[in-house]
């Protein structure tokens, strides 16, 4: 009686290679979320999308559609181990013409929706196995799977019907998502190794070769790979994936990841197929882990593999018919410490074809060993972008130091185009058999080698050859090539590497300096993304320091899709926290200095994600992580209700990290005690935000009255009466107070004075550290102090972001201190200032998102206090991508928005009254609903309701 559902069950037939474009790896929360009595409320209230749906006549004539269906934040994932998946979704013009022209469907707004999930395994006509019945809702995001259990291994298709507020109805295309082996008994595989490895670092291929039987192959073929250590992939010689350094690094002493690719069309039915595995030990080996517990990885890296077609499962590791042996490829160095070593490739040991049925294999191939594998080791899905390669990076010198000679090679320094995180490529060598070519890595003028950073090639019997890494990584800009004999035929290049998440949002402006530090911002964030953890560097600890990621979280979010990757992430700390509650300043990595500023990620990276995206399960999630951690705090704190240092080491109670002026490093300070009670009172109150987000009043009302008397503590101890600052009057200790909320209301006007009168006797510059410097843009970005974010930013003196560039480097070293690049600092790609980039797009441009606001969770606020003419900007909102165009000149303002459908948006222009603005030329219509006058930083401002659509604002208001 459902001719459109008949119509589903036939679509959801496609092979879904096709649907799937099954190797953009899945994304979302990976632990089971109980979702019983925890709903999100509407974010949008009916009165509102009342208001932007009248008067639409031509958005009544309009089709629309609704697009870009995610499961667990990405499109069409595979092997997600999340009992409840949530589905999200967008609406769209239909009209393909105006939605490249950036004109979606004014006042376009969702009434209701259905979802229905189809079993791909189901036979053909069967009901769906769940369909949510028409909800009364305009929410389009994080809508949980409330069908019965989902089966281990399965593959789903879903689409969604959506009906407006005006009575269209539109039908998505059907997405696909498959689930995970929840267990280790859903697993027919077993971990395997080497029977006894050559030499640390010996990275072997794994192998087994079956028979398919002929005919289809069924809806997927999906090829489940776990690894302790990186794995390459294939399939019959061709690789399963773009996926490189995969898995994701883990805390590998208790969680070892997985993933899952489709391989439908690699594979050759009715005939021989081979399923081959390169390893390498990569974190297993890493020197922090050597103190825990159970990891039972002396052997690693340990493989378990298994392919399932259809109902069938195929090639499992353990079963006979697998071999192995040691490959081309061993590691350098040490791995981690002091750096993370190479690739040393001898060719001698190469074997053509090795992973195809054509490889005529040796007796060196042999049966791999069984791994026992301790208890308390925990095998989950990798959910979030892998990292992959990125653009190429061209030589631009190649300059012969030392001339070839009879004894020895030439040594040739090679100069990249630019600094970046990823891998080198040198093409066309020849040489002698059995000669080794060396290549050392710096990113400093006039050395060789930094950090352990070096790879080698070792010429097999043919004497030519070609480099590139695969298991190692580096942070380059110069290759010092030794022992060459002739530099006649190479060519030298990179490859950059970082996660591969989509990005949304964009930003330019009037001001070229303050375009070049956001796209410098861009630049350096993602070379610190690679292996699915925020790192401080790329090469010297390569560890995922929380600290560094309060200067990051809020610019990624709104630039990147990174809800999967932060939600990976957060469960690391999770992973590491420790009996105490006490959580470690890195993760999965553990080791490394730090404080409460560090370790207290665990609420604000959570926090942010849930205003970002809306969705709570991470909250839940992550709320006893939370408390344990708070509670060890408490344990802590001392009779005059400060917290204090534990113990004697100065990495537990770092102060503001890299001032300027320098480090706050004496535990026992004033300064330090001020900067982690502040802090302290900072994530108090977001847990008890938090808890009242989820439901749980009296914990609310518990961190809520400890953030209270905390802040008490700090203004007992150290508010002076006399100067009205906090222990002095640096900038960061003004700063701290006032955006940790740890300043009473009546204190804040006098406090934000004296952090202007700072500012300004330190000549317009900032003095602040890591943390401070991340507060500091935060407080003034979200209380619309542009003029002084301007103020501190459009500079090219030191201390700056322009004093950088003016030293040449490309993207944000370790320290203010520096020289001219490339001849100082030790590290020129960290991530201690990435702060400055939550400014742009949500200052400048004025998109702020916000799922935590109970009126307009889309707000536009053109950033007109500064000195800059024009701007625009763009993110995704909860609902799609907003964008925001403004100029400014002597005589007037405009302003074109962009909302996406399904939103509802607050949008403030500037004016002194609403007859002053007009829309489309014309005085405001029922479209536009007025809000009120309010003023922001002495600029008055008409705040206007509007729904979704392209609107283009003009005011008389000069600037």
């Known amino acids: 009686s459902n001719e459109r559902g008949v119509a589903r069950v036939d679509v959801r037939r496609c092979n879904p290679t096709y649907i799937a474009q099954a190797n953009m790896f899945s994304v979302g929360v990976l632990v089971a979320v109980v979702l019983a009595g925890v709903r999100a409320r509407e974010t949008t209230t009916d009165a509102q999308r009342a208001s932007v749906a009248t008067s639409n006549e031509r958005g009544v004539a309009d089709e629309f559609r609704v697009t870009r269906l995610r499961t667990e934040h990405l499109e069409n994932p595979l092997g997600l181990d999340v009992a409840r998946p949530r589905f999200t979704w967008e609406l769209g013009d239909a009209d393909a013409t105006r939605v490249s022209a950036g004109r979606p469907i004014r006042g376009l707004a969702q009434q209701s929706y259905t979802v229905t999930v189809y079993d791909v395994e189901a036979p053909a006509g069967e009901l769906p196995l769940w369909a949510s019945g028409a909800v009364q809702s305009s929410r389009s995001y994080s809508i949980p799977f409330e069908g019965p259990d989902l089966r281990a291994g399965g593959v789903y298709t879903w689409s969604v019907e959506v009906t407006d507020t005006t009575g269209r109805t539109s039908t998505s295309l059907p ?549 009205g600052g906090y222990v002095d009057l640096l900038q960061t200790h003004l700063v701290m107070p006032l955006a940790t909320g740890s300043v009473p209301p009546s204190r804040r006007e006098a406090t934000m004075a004296l952090l202007e009168q700072a500012i300004d006797t330190t000549g317009g510059h900032l003095d602040t550290g890591l943390t401070a410097n991340y507060f500091m843009t935060k407080l003034f970005t979200e209380t619309g102090r542009n003029d002084l974010m301007v103020q501190i930013t459009n500079k090219t003196t030191f201390p700056s972001y322009g004093y950088f560039l003016e030293q040449g480097y490309t993207t944000w070293p370790e320290s203010w201190k520096v020289g001219k690049c490339c001849s100082d600092s030790s590290s020129k790609m960290h991530g201690c200032y990435n702060a400055v980039g939550l400014w742009f797009v949500q200052g400048v441009a004025g998109i702020t998102v916000d799922a935590s606001d109970a009126e307009y969770q889309l707000t536009i606020r053109a950033g007109v206090d500064t000195e800059l003419t024009s701007a625009r900007g763009s993110r995704l909102a909860l609902h799609g991508v907003a964008d925001s165009s403004w100029a400014a000149t002597t005589r007037n303002f405009v302003h074109n928005v962009t909302i996406p459908g399904n939103a509802v948006a607050k949008v403030m222009i500037p004016g002194s009254k609403p007859t002053d603005i007009t829309e489309g030329g014309k005085a405001l219509g029922p479209e536009c609903k007025v809000l009120g006058v309010v003023e922001v930083n002495r600029i008055s401002y008409v705040a206007i309701q509007v729904g979704s659509g392209m609107y283009s604002f003009a005011s008389t208001w000069a600037s």
């Open 175 to 723: 997405a696909t998502f498959s689930m995970g082996l929840f267990s280790r008994s859903d697993w027919s595989a077993k971990f395997v190794g080497m029977p006894s490895m050559p030499s640390p670092g010996t990275a072997p291929w794994f192998r087994t070769q079956f028979t398919l039987p002929s005919g289809s192959l069924g809806e997927s073929a999906l090829l489940y790979v776990a690894s302790v250590g990186f794995c390459d992939v294939s399939v019959n010689g061709k690789p399963a994936s773009t996926a490189v350094l995969s898995p994701s690094v883990s805390y590998l002493p208790s969680r070892v990841m997985y993933r899952v690719y489709n391989v439908s069309d690699l594979l050759l039915p009715g005939r021989d197929n081979v399923i081959g595995l390169w390893a390498s030990p990569g974190w297993a080996e890493y020197m922090s882990f050597d103190w825990a517990s159970g990891t039972q990885w002396e052997k690693a890296p340990a493989v378990m593999a298994e392919l399932h077609v259809g109902n069938t499962v195929l090639a499992a590791t353990g079963d006979k018919g697998w071999s192995c042996r040691a490959s081309t490829i061993q590691r350098l160095g040490d791995w981690g410490e002091g750096g993370f070593g190479g690739d040393a490739v001898n060719d001698n040991l190469a074997v053509d074809g090795w992973d195809t049925p054509d490889a005529v294999l040796d007796p060196t191939w042999v049966a791999p060993a069984l791994l026992a594998v301790a208890s308390n080791i925990t095998v989950s899905a990798d959910i979030m972008e892998p990292t992959v390669r990125q653009d190429v990076v061209p030589s631009i010198s190649m300059r012969t130091i030392v001339p070839a000679s009879a004894t020895h090679g030439s040594t040739v320094l090679v100069t990249m185009a630019e600094l970046y995180t990823g891998w080198l490529s040198v093409e066309g060598m020849t040489g002698a058999p059995n000669s080794t070519v060396q290549f050392h890595i710096s990113t400093t003028t006039g050395t060789q080698t930094e950090f352990n950073m070096a790879d080698s090639f070792t010429f097999g019997p043919s004497g030519k050859g070609r480099f590139e890494n695969r298991f190692s990584y580096h942070e380059i800009h110069f290759i010092t090539i030794v022992g060459l004999q002739s530099t006649a035929s190479i060519t030298v290049s990179g490859r950059k590497l970082y996660s591969n998440f989509t990005r949304h949002g964009t930003f330019e402006c009037s001001s070229a300096l303050l375009t070049q530090i956001y796209d410098t911002t861009i630049t350096n964030y993602l070379g610190l993304t690679t292996g699915g953890m925020s790192v401080d560097c790329p090469h010297r600890e390569r560890r995922g320091y929380g600290g560094d990621s309060h200067t990051s979280y809020q610019f990624a979010l709104a630039n990147f899709g990174v809800g999967a990757y932060f939600s990976k992430w957060a469960r690391d700390f999770a992973d590491v926290q420790q009996p105490s509650g006490d959580v470690p300043h890195t993760a999965p990595t553990v080791s490394g200095g730090g404080g409460p500023a560090w370790s207290g990620i665990v609420v604000t990276l959570p926090w942010e994600v849930y205003r970002t995206f809306g969705d709570t399960a991470l909250l839940e999630q992550m709320f006893p992580v939370m408390e344990r951690q708070l509670s060890f705090y408490t344990n802590k704190t001392r009779a005059d209700g400060l917290l204090h240092a534990w113990d004697s080491s100065q990495w537990d109670f770092l102060g503001d990290w890299i001032t300027p002026h320098g480090s706050e490093s004496n535990v026992t300070s004033p300064e330090n005690i001020l900067f982690n009670n502040c802090y302290l009172v900072y994530i108090t109150d977001l847990t008890a935000k938090i808890a009242e987000v989820l439901g749980y009043a009296e914990k609310a009302e518990k961190y809520s009255a400890a953030a209270e008397a905390y802040a008490s503590a700090v203004n007992r101890a150290f508010y002076s009466n006399t100067t």
